[in-house]
């Protein structure tokens, strides 16, 4: 009896055993498809607004002149989210790994991701109902006194629902990401390097600038790159904070639109041609942004081959 | 002010000559804030530009003095640790920005009676204008929302969960750290930044092209959300079943235990603390997504308990279209305090995942034995 139930477990157990490592392979299988299948659903439904006569689609002079502008939108909301989110990221990074008190590091650090878990689209009516209206009397200024820099030309916009208040919005969102990213990174500094530089007498920043910054720096451009991944394609934050309009120079008066928002704002109504559009410029923006994320990752793999971390 | 300095320089050892006293940050924080107070009483007084004039005034004054009297290399430290503290300061702020407005004006909301019990079905602009012109009470709720929203996430997190985790048993058990393992971890990093509302197009692409133009259903955006939830699954189970010691797997493999008994039965339940607030922070990373489901499940103001049929409401697209279509054009105050007190759950909702993860970690960590 001891023998029949030994050889029919093990019957099952080889069975188990094929099932199990089969199942697990197919579930990593099914992740490479779904990427693929997300690319190929969206060339499929996108082909009838790219083959389209140019007069049919929205604005009657063709795909691309519909899709530039918003292009362009996208990358202005984007490089200013960067441009405030990341030295201010930097230095939160290196206040928790370097200079922040050891206890309290840990605690602070989720402070910060705690800025990630707040849903866009509560960002999104922060920024509509309490930024915009905070910030215009800054924008009146700039267009009083900056006004000869075509980015801060004037009229401002009187309700500040502008594409700089959604930059300024979308900085918070990344922030996070570009924080945690980096002081993953810090951390991984090797000891002995901080030691030696604090041996000879460095003071702490000239600590961080000569063994900390040159290590961490291959890290620091790939978390900035995957933040502008993330502000490229955040939707809710611009779909509620800006007033969108045409292609403008000027940061502080309503205008410009992003792939995104554009995609929000028009998709739940839409119908027809008008989804295929809309379902092409989301695979543009599929597109930039798996160009900017391979380039990311690229760069970490790569660094970790170089450093010996992770 | 050297020659007010000299007398209590010479009494110093020569060690701490040269260096600036202990209490010299609290004395430059404490002339910062008066001086501060002083020029913000000029042009009118805010305490939020107290704050910033007086950081300003408190670097500069603060390295200044180092420079005088520490040397410029002292000085610079002393500069790069104010800006460095600082730009924490600065990040702190819109975080707490955020949740006083939300609670601020998501507590009126949110205490209106029957807000969590009722729907939007029926309610229509009339009342709202009752509501604001002759004060009647605000009618509606988000309970058809709520509702929606667990649903539609309760569905993602099954279908997410065994392939994340399969996936992860992949990659550390059987991978060997191959070529399609390294495919696949590195298409589950580049997923990970696939933008929401991409993910929201290819769900309605794919049913579009399947069931038929024009589908959609809590389900469409469930698997919208199953395509961001499962890279983050992946990442967190996979962290966690590395860390599992090598030891407990080759001692169950040395009892003969077949390999998948032993990841059932020792790698799992070693590692279901970690996996178990992987997996919570990936539903409280979707809980809050509104593009996708904006683009897969539509809009609706009643109760749909289907998940397979109909639009479906849920919280964040609740909150969407309360700011931006108001059901009374002409009153939107009635929309907007149902939008922030939606937003007020939702945050709690998030908040209350967040911690939970925590929790998990550190209640079901396995005891190292130490």
Not at chain 1, 30 to 54: D, E, H, R, S, W
Not at chain 1, 199 to 223: N, Q, Y
Not at chain 1, 229 to 240: F, K, Q
Not at chain 2, 320 to 330: C, E, H, R, V
Request: glycine share 10%; net charge positive; proline share 5%.
């Amino acid at each position: 009896m001891t023998a029949t139930s030994l050889t029919s477990t093990q019957g099952a157990g080889r069975a188990g055993d094929k099932i199990f490592s089969g199942a697990a392979l197919a579930a990593g299988c099914l992740i490479l498809a779904v990427l693929f299948g997300v690319a190929l659903f969206l060339v499929v439904q996108a082909i009838p607004a790219l083959t389209a006569p140019a007069a049919d689609i929205q604005g009657g002079k063709g795909f691309f002149a519909y899709i530039w502008p918003i292009v362009i939108g996208t990358l202005i909301a984007a490089v200013i989210a960067l441009v405030i989110a990341t030295p201010v990221a930097i230095g939160v990074a290196l206040f928790i790994s370097h200079f922040a008190p050891r206890g309290l590091a840990s605690g602070l650090g989720y402070v910060v991701d705690l800025l990630a878990a707040i849903p866009s689209v509560i960002y999104g009516a922060w920024g509509a109902a309490f930024l915009a209206k905070e910030i215009s009397p800054a924008y009146n200024w700039l267009a009083e006194n900056m006004g000869w820099l075509p980015i801060f030309q004037g009229p401002a916009s009187a309700t500040g629902k502008t594409i700089l208040t959604a930059g300024i919005v979308l900085s918070v969102m990344v922030l996070p990401i570009i924080t945690s990213l980096s002081r993953e990174i810090f951390l991984q500094t090797p000891k002995l390097h901080e030691e030696a530089a604090l041996a000879l007498g460095a003071t702490r920043w000239e600590m961080i600038k000569m063994s900390v910054l040159p290590f961490a720096r291959p890290g620091i451009i790939s978390a900035i790159m995957l933040g502008l991944g993330r502000a490229l394609g955040e939707t809710m934050a611009v779909a509620l904070v800006l007033s969108s309009g045409a292609l403008t120079a000027s940061l502080i008066q309503s205008g410009n639109q992003t792939i995104a928002a554009e995609i929000a704002l028009n998709f739940p109504e839409a119908s027809g041609l008008k989804v295929s559009t809309l379902i092409a410029a989301g695979l543009v923006l599929f597109i930039i942004t798996l160009a900017v994320n391979m380039i990311a990752r690229w760069i970490i793999t790569r660094h970790k081959e170089f450093s010996g971390a992770n | 002010m050297t020659s007010t300095l000299t007398p209590v320089r010479s009494k110093r050892s020569a060690l701490t000559k040269g260096q600036l006293p202990k209490y010299a940050p609290y004395a430059v924080l404490a002339a910062a804030l008066i001086a501060g107070a002083a020029i913000l009483a000029l042009i009118g007084f805010n305490p939020f530009g107290w704050g910033i004039v007086s950081a300003i005034l408190f670097a500069i004054g603060l390295v200044s003095w180092s420079a005088a009297v520490e040397g410029s290399r002292k000085a610079k430290d002393k500069l790069a640790t104010c800006l460095v503290v600082g730009s924490f300061l600065v990040a702190l702020l819109p975080l707490f920005s955020v949740i006083w407005t939300v609670l601020a004006n998501g507590v009126p909301g949110l205490i209106n009676p029957g807000f969590l019990t009722t729907s939007m079905n029926g309610v229509t602009g009339v009342y709202d204008n009752k509501a604001v012109e002759e004060g009647a009470p605000v009618l509606g709720g988000i309970y058809h929302a709520f509702l929606g929203t667990v649903q539609i996430t309760l569905l993602a997190t099954v279908i997410s969960v065994p392939v994340g985790l399969l996936t992860a048993i992949y990659l550390v058990e059987y991978g060997h750290d191959g070529r399609l393992a390294r495919a696949i971890t590195f298409f589950v990093d580049v997923m990970t930044g696939i933008p929401s509302i991409v993910a929201g197009l290819f769900s309605a692409a794919f049913f579009f092209a399947v069931v038929g133009p024009g589908t959609k259903t809590g389900a469409v955006a469930a698997v919208a959300l199953s395509v961001l939830m499962i890279p983050v699954v992946v990442r967190s189970s996979e962290e966690m079943l590395k860390i599992v010691p090598n030891e407990l797997r080759e001692a169950a493999y040395a009892l003969g235990v077949r390999k998948w008994r032993t990841i059932i039965k020792v790698v799992i339940p070693t590692a279901i603390s970690g996996i178990a607030s992987g997996v919570t922070l990936a539903i409280a990373r979707v809980i809050g997504e509104t593009a996708p489901i904006l683009v897969t499940a539509g809009f609706a103001t009643s109760i749909n308990s289907n998940v397979f049929s109909g639009w479906m409401a849920s919280l964040p697209t609740f909150i969407y279209t309360q700011i931006l279509n108001p059901t009374s054009p002409a009153n939107p105050d009635p929309s907007s305090q149902r939008a922030w007190g939606a937003a007020l759950v939702l945050i709690i909702l998030v908040m209350v995942l967040n911690l939970g993860a925590r929790l998990i970690a550190r209640i079901f960590a396995p005891r190292t034995g130490r």
